[in-house]
Every structure is written in structure tokens, then in C-alpha cells.
């Protein structure tokens, strides 16, 4: 959001205008009122494109729910009656169709049913001048373009000599080289390695460890087979050859239903790394070896691909799937297309359902709804994916807006040399980006020419100490890629904003320098209308703190594995976050727990984020009907820098309810109940949280979980070491009494160990009804009888913020030029800089409220 009143107030304008037609208007007091079930659903439940909606593409992707070994009929006309422009498809296995065919400007009508069966109700859209052009090729051409000789996935024969004078003297050569020699004398593993070693204490655990065995040995042969046949495509030395046909010979005599395939990843490795081989070596090998070994790939393959049809494409997630293992199956499905009739389907599906939904669990801020932490899971997926299709199509599929975003989130969510935000499963796996990071920002940067990827790629490399080329994941991506662009041009001054939003996702982040994590405060927030599905937790409305670029107030609690008890009732339940309990539950994982974040401000001295998770305590997907009570949840976030933070909730229930206010830390919490204080630190500041209430609160503190945590699947941390589950603090500020109404107020104090580390003591003045601290004013409404009000003001007469109604600011009042508003006014370089915003709703949820509204 721009620094000046003229572009927020346009701004303001059209979220008014843009949600008149929707489900909930915007109410008198600025705010909307989001009442949809759900917004991603589990599964898919609605038709896309629906309800007259502008196409995003012009050729647009239908999408509709789907069921097991079901055939779908579509068609598609230009008229109602169906009579003009008829383009229809029958027997189609899975529930996606691309027409491959740029459509005129208008009304379209199309239908689909179950082949044989009855059509669904006419569903319409348009295409305008606003849908963007994207008019892919169908199937044929894609398999008309996959070279019949071999090999072909690494590298085309044609292209074999031209390669190895390219990449000769690339860094990547040598390290790839390096691998590769070390692995000549390596002795296959035989089919019992896959068994697991250790036992745990119920069917549950043993299951996971014996999956957990078997991925081991399924990445180990993929990741030999990768190294051998890389250092072959780039030399076409024999003695690689040699080496992976012991392996190769090994693996094809498996049963490929038997324990390798337990884990999924351990199964997609085994059928790729030997597709990738016998593409690699086909002229050095029999036939009767390339048929073994084939067979053993295929099998694997078609397991996978009966298992994702009228599924994958349906549901929300799989993250597996997007991962690692469709990328796979792609290449898979490349190396031995032509070889074995499979293969053209396998290549259809992934085609269709990539055109359809890549990117997914990310929309166009550049947010991806799973975290940092699984993030870099399935980042080579989408660039080289998008890469071969490209060289078969001559198009960019890296043109959606979430690419060229997607590494500005990163930044933000993930700095260089600090924790990430903490959100989602494995957000507190990494102390700081590793050089897998470094590696996938490099390759973003070039591809994309985007400065400050470049910038984030090489700060994260210098931090680490380690050169971008030893990054292993994208090595081949940047011999065949990322290494014939230029990089952009270099960020020589950090301009970005300290703060930023991605309403898509439900993150916001506030900063007081980050481009230096020694130096920055670091507040992180979540209210997702993702919800809590997939690697999501159920956080709606929770937030971390970090300074220093390490954690201070972050979620807790500990995933040996998802279905773990003590992941689900502790690391994944709200009672592991920064969050709020209502009677002592927290928000279900259901896909209709979700949340949002209406407004943002950013401004010099202060930046401000409302979250909204009125929703997140129930939940109605899959035919779950979850209501805890919680009617309204709106929790105001300020950053008053350099080291003031503060939370203000507003909170009701349709009952008389207890309330819960939750913090966590790693290394220890103090409580002062009579001075209502929380006290804490980590390695580089001390921190101390006032918290006030609208009614009286126990002040709880414990150093255990209540479900102990268990390293039975011997999870390693970052550097390959077992973790310790060691218990970790946890405050509660619990009502004494039951409310209908509950408000609380946290003024938090961050001071650097090695400056000015005394946090002050908060003065409460009775005339202006305000607390005095770091220079700061600060003013919250209590009383829950009259509106929710937060109000923050500095000494130095710089900067002025309310969250809703007029500032009195240098003698002059600013009142809101729409009723409702959040405000703030700042003194930057001599001028008045006036802000306000009022309720914005992404665009996923006008989608659903306007299909409920018809």
C-alpha cells in the first residue's frame, strides 16, 4: 500500500464498491462480516469457471468434483441452447478438461456429467478482454515433441556434445563429478534393507518407521542413479555406466509391491531412478535389461497414476503429489514415452491437471499457503516442469503473477540469517535458509530477473558461507537452465517496505530491519482462509516473535509425525501457538476452521495488521458440522518501532465462555500475576509482555506438555542429529470467570541484549486513560460494553494510529472519509502522510461469497 492518502483512499474506495454484490456487504462500522462455510474445501465441491465469473485465461481450465473410476462427458457452446460453438469431450478419466482453443469474447454455457449419466445444471462464465491470453497445445503436439531417441529427459542425444562444451568448466560439473566418483564402488543395497531396524510401541508407530525405512533406501537408489547418470550425460565415461547397472540390476529384480513401495517417496524414487537410467544408458543396455527394468518403473508408475485419478484433482492439497513425486512421474513418463503405451496417459493426466492448478495452495500474492519450511519441497518441481513444457510448447507457464511474487514472500517469510515466520509444519525445522534456498532464489532470479531474488540468494550463500553451485537440488536445473540467463541487475540500496501483506495466504509481516536479522524485531501474523488442512496448523490468528533472527515467542510442541498424539493435541492444535482457546478447545482441523486478515497499514514509525478468525472455530467440510460458539475474533497487531509490539483482542461467543490467552517460549517465562507481567528472553534480547484483560485472569505457567512429546521415529534436525524433545514454557491467561464478552491487551517490550536491555516500567495514565512506554501512548478500549478500540500515539508527535474513528494530530483532526476506518498519520521527511484502510476481502473469498449469494 502506497504512503499517500490519495492512492489508500482509492484503495479504501474500491474494496467498498467491489463487495456490494457480494454475500455480506460492508457494514457502517467498515468492517465485513464473512460468513462462507468454507473457503478451500478438503475436496472439491463447486464447478470451475462458475457463475458468469471472468475467465483469468483465455483458454480457461474446467474443473468440477470428482469420484473414483468415474468417466466424464463435457460440452461447451457459445449459447444457451447449446446450438452454436459446440466443443465437447467424452470419456474423459479424470474430472479436468482443457480445450486447447482460444474462445471468443462473451458468455459461454458448459456442462459435464459422468459419462453415460445425466448433465449437471448449465454452469456459465465470460471471457473478456481482461482474461489473458494462454492458449495451449493439446497432447499430440507434447508427445510429438519428445524425442524418439535416446536419452532424452537429462538431455537430448542431438544436444549431448553441445551440453558437455557447455557445462565443462560450470562449478556444478565438477561437484556433480565429485558425487558421481565417490558412489563407483558403492554396493547396492538388496531388497531387506528396506525393512526397518527398530520397533515402536504400537501399530500406529510401527507403520511409520517401516515407512520411514523404506523411503530410505527408495532415495538412496534415486539419488545414485541421479548422480551416476548425470556424470555419464556430461562425460560419457563408461565407468559411470558400469556403476549404476549393479544398482539398476539390483532394483529391477524387486517386488514393486512389496516393502520399497510402503513409502510413497521411497517408491516414486525407485521408479524414476531407474526411468532416468535406462533413458541415459539405452544404447549400453539389452533388451532384455530394458525391459526388466522398465517393467519395474512402469509398475510404480501405474500404481501412482491409478491411485491419483478422480482424486489429485479434486483435493486441495496433496502435497506429496506436488512435492516431488508428479515432477517425477513427469519424467518418468518422459523417459519412456514411445517405449510402453502407459506412458501417453500419464502424460495426459499430468499435463491437463498442470494446466489446470499449477501453482497450487498459492493464489497471486506469491504466498504459498504451507510455509517456508515445506516450501522449498516443491520449488525444482515448478520451475522444471514449466521449464520442458515451454521447450514443447514454445510457451511461458512461469507468466501467473505468483511466480514473480512468490520470492518477495520468501523474504518476508524467511529472511537471510534469521528463523522463518514459524508457521506450518517444519516452520521452525531451519535456525536460517539453508543453501537449498539460495539455490532455488538463484534460479528465480535469473529466470524471472528479479533483483531482489538475486539479492535474497546471495545474502543467504555469504551467511552460510557456501558457494550457490555446491546447492545440489537445482544443480541440473542450472546446467540446463538457470545458467544461460543473465542475472538481473544488482540491488545496490534495501528499499523494500519493513512490512508486508500476502491477504491470499493470511500472513503479514513487520519488521524493524529486514535486510540485518542481528538487528531485527521480528512480528509475524497468520489468519488463513486456507485453514488448517495439509501441512497447515491450526493457528488463525496467532503470531510469532523473533528477534535477532532468533525465536522469542513462537509456537511449540514437536511432529514426530502427523498422525502423532502429541503433534495432533499439542504442535498442531491452537494450544501450540501464540494464540486463544475458547472453553479450552482450540480450532478444529477442518477445512471451514479458516481466517483472514481485512486490513494492513505500513507506515515509517508504525505498522499495523487486524486479523479475523470468527470462523476458525468451526468447521463444515466433508460433512462435519464443528461449532465451538466463537462469534467474533478480531486481533489488532501493532509494531511500534523499534521495540514496542502490541495485541489487542476483540472476542465473543454465543455462550458464556472461558477464555485462554497463549505464549510460548523455549528457554523459560517469568510471571508477576500482581504486576501482570510475562518476562522472557532468547540469545540476543530480553522481552517482557503486560497483559491486560477486560475481566480478571489467571496468570498459569508450565514447563511440560500436556501430551509428552516422543522422538520414536528418530526424527534428525538440519544437520542429520537426532532431536532431543525437550519441554518447552507455556503461559496461560485464563478468565476467572465465564464471559460472553472477553477482551485482552498485550504491550510487549523487545530490548537487545547489547544496548538498552532494561525493558521499561509501563506508567499508566489516568487522564488520558493510557500506557506510557518507549515513547509510546497507547490506549485500548477494556470495557466490553462499548466498540473495540486501539489507539497508539508517540511522543515525539511523528506518528498517530487508530484502529477506528478520528486522530487529533498537530491541531488538526483527521476524521475517516469512510465510516469505519483505520487511520494513520505520520511525519516523514517533513510532510503529513495520511493513511486509511478499511475491510479488503481476497479475491478467493468474493469468489465464495458471491457463489452463495446466487
Given at each position: 500500500?502506497?504512503?499517500?492518502?490519495?492512492?489508500?483512499?482509492?484503495?479504501?474506495?474500491?474494496?467498498?464498491?467491489?463487495?456490494?454484490?457480494?454475500?455480506?456487504?460492508?457494514?457502517?462500522?467498515?468492517?465485513?462480516?464473512?460468513?462462507?462455510?468454507?473457503?478451500?474445501?478438503?475436496?472439491?465441491?463447486?464447478?470451475?469457471?462458475?457463475?458468469?465469473?471472468?475467465?483469468?485465461?483465455?483458454?480457461?481450465?474446467?474443473?468440477?468434483?470428482?469420484?473414483?473410476?468415474?468417466?466424464?462427458?463435457?460440452?461447451?457452446?457459445?449459447?444457451?441452447?447449446?446450438?452454436?460453438?459446440?466443443?465437447?469431450?467424452?470419456?474423459?478419466?479424470?474430472?479436468?478438461?482443457?480445450?486447447?482453443?482460444?474462445?471468443?469474447?462473451?458468455?459461454?454455457?458448459?456442462?459435464?456429467?459422468?459419462?453415460?449419466?445425466?448433465?449437471?445444471?448449465?454452469?456459465?462464465?465470460?471471457?473478456?478482454?481482461?482474461?489473458?491470453?494462454?492458449?495451449?497445445?493439446?497432447?499430440?503436439?507434447?508427445?510429438?515433441?519428445?524425442?524418439?531417441?535416446?536419452?532424452?529427459?537429462?538431455?537430448?542425444?542431438?544436444?549431448?556434445?553441445?551440453?558437455?562444451?557447455?557445462?565443462?568448466?560450470?562449478?556444478?560439473?565438477?561437484?556433480?563429478?565429485?558425487?558421481?566418483?565417490?558412489?563407483?564402488?558403492?554396493?547396492?543395497?538388496?531388497?531387506?534393507?528396506?525393512?526397518?531396524?527398530?520397533?515402536?510401541e504400537n501399530d500406529f508407530e510401527n507403520e511409520k518407521i517401516a515407512q520411514l525405512a523404506s523411503r530410505t533406501v527408495g532415495w538412496q537408489v534415486f539419488s545414485t542413479l541421479n548422480s551416476l547418470t548425470q556424470a555419464y550425460i556430461l562425460t560419457g565415461d563408461i565407468k559411470y555406466f558400469n556403476a549404476a547397472k549393479k544398482w539398476m540390476l539390483e532394483v529391477s529384480?524387486?517386488?514393486?509391491?512389496?516393502?520399497?513401495?510402503?513409502?510413497?517417496?521411497?517408491?516414486?524414487?525407485?521408479?524414476?531412478?531407474?526411468?532416468?537410467?535406462?533413458?541415459?544408458?539405452?544404447?549400453?543396455?539389452?533388451?532384455?535389461?530394458?525391459?526388466?527394468?522398465?517393467?519395474?518403473?512402469?509398475?510404480?508408475?501405474?500404481?501412482?497414476?491409478?491411485?491419483?485419478?478422480?482424486?489429485?484433482?479434486?483435493?486441495?492439497?496433496?502435497?506429496?503429489?506436488?512435492?516431488?513425486?508428479?515432477?517425477?512421474?513427469?519424467?518418468?513418463?518422459?523417459?519412456?514415452?514411445?517405449?510402453?503405451?502407459?506412458?501417453?496417459?500419464?502424460?495426459?493426466?499430468?499435463?491437463?491437471?498442470?494446466?489446470?492448478?499449477?501453482?497450487?495452495?498459492?493464489?497471486?500474492?506469491?504466498?504459498?499457503?504451507?510455509?517456508?519450511?515445506?516450501?522449498?519441497?516443491?520449488?525444482?518441481?515448478?520451475?522444471?516442469?514449466?521449464?520442458?513444457?515451454?521447450?514443447?510448447?514454445?510457451?511461458?507457464?512461469?507468466?501467473?503473477?505468483?511466480?514473480?511474487?512468490?520470492?518477495?514472500?520468501?523474504?518476508?517469510?524467511?529472511?537471510?540469517?534469521?528463523?522463518?515466520?514459524?508457521?506450518?509444519?517444519?516452520?521452525?525445522?531451519?535456525?536460517?535458509?539453508?543453501?537449498?534456498?539460495?539455490?532455488?532464489?538463484?534460479?528465480?532470479?535469473?529466470?524471472?530477473?528479479?533483483?531482489?531474488?538475486?539479492?535474497?540468494?546471495?545474502?543467504?550463500?555469504?551467511?552460510?558461507?557456501?558457494?550457490?553451485?555446491?546447492?545440489?537440488?537445482?544443480?541440473?536445473?542450472?546446467?540446463?537452465?538457470?545458467?544461460?540467463?543473465?542475472?538481473?541487475?544488482?540491488?545496490?540500496?534495501?528499499?523494500?517496505?519493513?512490512?508486508?501483506?500476502?491477504?491470499?495466504?493470511?500472513?503479514?509481516?513487520?519488521?524493524?530491519?529486514?535486510?540485518?536479522?542481528?538487528?531485527?524485531?521480528?512480528?509475524s501474523v497468520r489468519s488463513s482462509p486456507f485453514g488448517p488442512l495439509a501441512h497447515s496448523q491450526a493457528e488463525q490468528n496467532t503470531f510469532n516473535i523473533a528477534y535477532g533472527g532468533k525465536r522469542l515467542f513462537y509456537n511449540s510442541g514437536y511432529r514426530p509425525k502427523m498422525g502423532d498424539p502429541h503433534n495432533l493435541a499439542w504442535h498442531k492444535h491452537t494450544r501450540?501457538?501464540?494464540?486463544?482457546?475458547?472453553?479450552?478447545?482450540?480450532?478444529?482441523?477442518?477445512?471451514?476452521?479458516?481466517?483472514?486478515?481485512?486490513?494492513?497499514?505500513?507506515?515509517?514509525?508504525?505498522?499495523?495488521?487486524?486479523?479475523?478468525?470468527?470462523?476458525?472455530?468451526?468447521?463444515?467440510?466433508?460433512?462435519?458440522?464443528?461449532?465451538?460458539?466463537?462469534?467474533?475474533?478480531?486481533?489488532?497487531?501493532?509494531?511500534?518501532?523499534?521495540?514496542?509490539?502490541?495485541?489487542?483482542?476483540?472476542?465473543?461467543?454465543?455462550?458464556?465462555?472461558?477464555?485462554?490467552?497463549?505464549?510460548?517460549?523455549?528457554?523459560?517465562?517469568?510471571?508477576?500475576?500482581?504486576?501482570?507481567?510475562?518476562?522472557?528472553?532468547?540469545?540476543?534480547?530480553?522481552?517482557?509482555?503486560?497483559?491486560?484483560?477486560?475481566?480478571?485472569?489467571?496468570?498459569?505457567?508450565?514447563?511440560?506438555?500436556?501430551?509428552?512429546?516422543?522422538?520414536?521415529?528418530?526424527?534428525?534436525?538440519?544437520?542429520?542429529?537426532?532431536?532431543?524433545?525437550?519441554?518447552?514454557?507455556?503461559?496461560?491467561?485464563?478468565?476467572?470467570?465465564?464471559?460472553?464478552?472477553?477482551?485482552?491487551?498485550a504491550i510487549i517490550q523487545v530490548k537487545p541484549k547489547n544496548g538498552e536491555s532494561v525493558c521499561e516500567e509501563l506508567v499508566f495514565d489516568q487522564k488520558s486513560k493510557s500506557y506510557l512506554v518507549n515513547g509510546w501512548k497507547i490506549k485500548a478500549e477494556l470495557d466490553t460494553s462499548l466498540p473495540a478500540k486501539i489507539e497508539a500515539n508517540n511522543n515525539a508527535e511523528?506518528?498517530?494510529?487508530?484502529?477506528?474513528?478520528?486522530?487529533?494530530?498537530?491541531?488538526?483532526?483527521?476524521?475517516?472519509?469512510?465510516?469505519?476506518?483505520?487511520?494513520?498519520?505520520?511525519?516523514?521527511?517533513?510532510?503529513?502522510?495520511?493513511?486509511?484502510?478499511?475491510?479488503?476481502?481476497?479475491?478467493?473469498?468474493?469468489?465464495?461469497?458471491?457463489?452463495?449469494?446466487?
Amino acid at each position: 500500500m502506497k504512503n499517500t492518502a490519495k492512492l489508500i483512499f482509492g484503495i479504501i474506495v474500491l474494496a467498498f464498491v467491489g463487495c456490494q454484490t457480494s454475500q455480506q456487504p460492508i457494514q457502517s462500522n467498515g468492517e465485513i462480516e464473512v460468513t462462507c462455510k468454507v473457503i478451500y474445501p478438503k475436496y472439491r465441491v463447486w464447478t470451475t469457471p462458475s457463475g458468469g465469473e471472468v475467465a483469468k485465461n483465455n483458454s480457461p481450465s474446467f474443473e468440477w468434483p470428482s469420484g473414483k473410476k468415474a468417466k466424464y462427458d463435457v460440452r461447451l457452446y457459445s449459447t444457451i441452447d447449446f446450438s452454436e460453438n459446440l466443443m465437447e469431450k467424452d470419456e474423459i478419466p479424470f474430472a479436468i478438461f482443457n480445450p486447447h482453443k482460444k474462445l471468443d469474447e462473451g458468455i459461454w454455457y458448459w456442462q459435464y456429467r459422468k459419462s453415460g449419466g445425466d448433465w449437471n445444471p448449465i454452469d456459465s462464465f465470460k471471457i473478456t478482454s481482461a482474461s489473458k491470453d494462454f492458449v495451449t497445445p493439446g497432447l499430440d503436439k507434447i508427445l510429438s515433441n519428445v524425442s524418439s531417441d535416446h536419452p532424452r529427459v537429462f538431455a537430448k542425444k542431438s544436444e549431448l556434445n553441445e551440453l558437455r562444451v557447455r557445462a565443462k568448466d560450470y562449478k556444478e560439473t565438477a561437484a556433480i563429478l565429485n558425487e558421481a566418483d565417490k558412489l563407483l564402488t558403492e554396493i547396492p543395497p538388496t531388497e531387506k534393507s528396506a525393512l526397518p531396524v527398530h520397533k515402536g510401541e504400537n501399530d500406529f508407530e510401527n507403520e511409520k518407521i517401516a515407512q520411514l525405512a523404506s523411503r530410505t533406501v527408495g532415495w538412496q537408489v534415486f539419488s545414485t542413479l541421479n548422480s551416476l547418470t548425470q556424470a555419464y550425460i556430461l562425460t560419457g565415461d563408461i565407468k559411470y555406466f558400469n556403476a549404476a547397472k549393479k544398482w539398476m540390476l539390483e532394483v529391477s529384480g524387486w517386488d514393486p509391491n512389496g516393502i520399497s513401495h510402503l513409502s510413497n517417496f521411497g517408491d516414486s524414487g525407485i521408479m524414476t531412478g531407474l526411468a532416468l537410467a535406462v533413458d541415459t544408458f539405452w544404447d549400453l543396455l539389452t533388451e532384455d535389461e530394458r525391459e526388466k527394468m522398465i517393467k519395474q518403473s512402469a509398475i510404480r508408475a501405474n500404481n501412482f497414476y491409478n491411485l491419483w485419478i478422480g482424486k489429485v484433482e479434486s483435493r486441495s492439497s496433496s502435497m506429496h503429489v506436488w512435492q516431488h513425486i508428479l515432477h517425477q512421474m513427469f519424467q518418468t513418463s518422459l523417459a519412456l514415452a514411445g517405449e510402453i503405451q502407459e506412458a501417453n496417459k500419464w502424460i495426459d493426466y499430468i499435463y491437463e491437471l498442470w494446466l489446470a492448478q499449477c501453482p497450487k495452495m498459492g493464489e497471486n500474492d506469491g504466498a504459498w499457503s504451507n510455509g517456508a519450511g515445506y516450501f522449498k519441497m516443491g520449488t525444482l518441481a515448478m520451475y522444471d516442469v514449466n521449464a520442458i513444457l515451454k521447450q514443447f510448447t514454445g510457451l511461458d507457464f512461469m507468466q501467473k503473477e505468483w511466480f514473480k511474487n512468490n520470492p518477495r514472500w520468501l523474504l518476508y517469510a524467511f529472511p537471510p540469517g534469521s528463523v522463518a515466520d514459524g508457521f506450518c509444519n517444519d516452520g521452525d525445522k531451519y535456525t536460517e535458509p539453508n543453501i537449498h534456498y539460495a539455490g532455488f532464489a538463484d534460479a528465480a532470479s535469473r529466470v524471472l530477473n528479479l533483483p531482489y531474488a538475486d539479492w535474497y540468494a546471495k545474502e543467504v550463500a555469504k551467511i552460510k558461507g557456501e558457494d550457490i553451485s555446491a546447492e545440489n537440488e537445482f544443480r541440473w536445473y542450472r546446467i540446463q537452465q538457470a545458467n544461460k540467463y543473465n542475472y538481473p541487475e544488482s540491488v545496490k540500496y534495501f528499499t523494500l517496505p519493513q512490512a508486508e501483506v500476502f491477504e491470499d495466504v493470511g500472513v503479514a509481516y513487520m519488521n524493524t530491519s529486514l535486510q540485518n536479522a542481528s538487528t531485527n524485531l521480528m512480528l509475524s501474523v497468520r489468519s488463513s482462509p486456507f485453514g488448517p488442512l495439509a501441512h497447515s496448523q491450526a493457528e488463525q490468528n496467532t503470531f510469532n516473535i523473533a528477534y535477532g533472527g532468533k525465536r522469542l515467542f513462537y509456537n511449540s510442541g514437536y511432529r514426530p509425525k502427523m498422525g502423532d498424539p502429541h503433534n495432533l493435541a499439542w504442535h498442531k492444535h491452537t494450544r501450540g501457538h501464540n494464540g486463544i482457546l475458547i472453553d479450552g478447545e482450540g480450532q478444529p482441523f477442518n477445512a471451514g476452521a479458516y481466517g483472514w486478515l481485512p486490513r494492513f497499514i505500513h507506515g515509517e514509525k508504525i505498522s499495523y495488521a487486524l486479523g479475523d478468525a470468527s470462523n476458525a472455530y468451526s468447521g463444515s467440510d466433508e460433512g462435519e458440522n464443528i461449532d465451538l460458539g466463537m462469534k467474533r475474533f478480531r486481533r489488532h497487531y501493532l509494531l511500534l518501532r523499534p521495540s514496542t509490539i502490541v495485541i489487542y483482542d476483540e472476542l465473543e461467543a454465543d455462550h458464556k465462555a472461558e477464555w485462554s490467552w497463549l505464549l510460548h517460549n523455549d528457554k523459560g517465562l517469568d510471571v508477576d500475576s500482581t504486576e501482570k507481567t510475562i518476562t522472557a528472553e532468547n540469545e540476543f534480547a530480553n522481552a517482557q509482555v503486560s497483559l491486560y484483560s477486560s475481566s480478571d485472569i489467571h496468570f498459569n505457567l508450565t514447563d511440560t506438555f500436556n501430551i509428552p512429546a516422543r522422538n520414536w521415529n528418530r526424527k534428525v534436525d538440519e544437520n542429520g542429529k537426532i532431536i532431543d524433545f525437550v519441554d518447552q514454557w507455556h503461559f496461560s491467561g485464563i478468565s476467572k470467570e465465564k464471559n460472553q464478552k472477553m477482551r485482552y491487551l498485550a504491550i510487549i517490550q523487545v530490548k537487545p541484549k547489547n544496548g538498552e536491555s532494561v525493558c521499561e516500567e509501563l506508567v499508566f495514565d489516568q487522564k488520558s486513560k493510557s500506557y506510557l512506554v518507549n515513547g509510546w501512548k497507547i490506549k485500548a478500549e477494556l470495557d466490553t460494553s462499548l466498540p473495540a478500540k486501539i489507539e497508539a500515539n508517540n511522543n515525539a508527535e511523528t506518528a498517530s494510529f487508530t484502529s477506528t474513528g478520528f486522530i487529533d494530530f498537530e491541531d488538526k483532526k483527521y476524521d475517516a472519509k469512510v465510516t469505519g476506518s483505520s487511520k494513520l498519520v505520520e511525519i516523514i521527511n517533513g510532510e503529513k502522510v495520511f493513511q486509511e484502510v478499511i475491510d479488503e476481502v481476497p479475491e478467493a473469498i468474493k469468489k465464495v461469497m458471491e457463489r452463495d449469494r446466487k
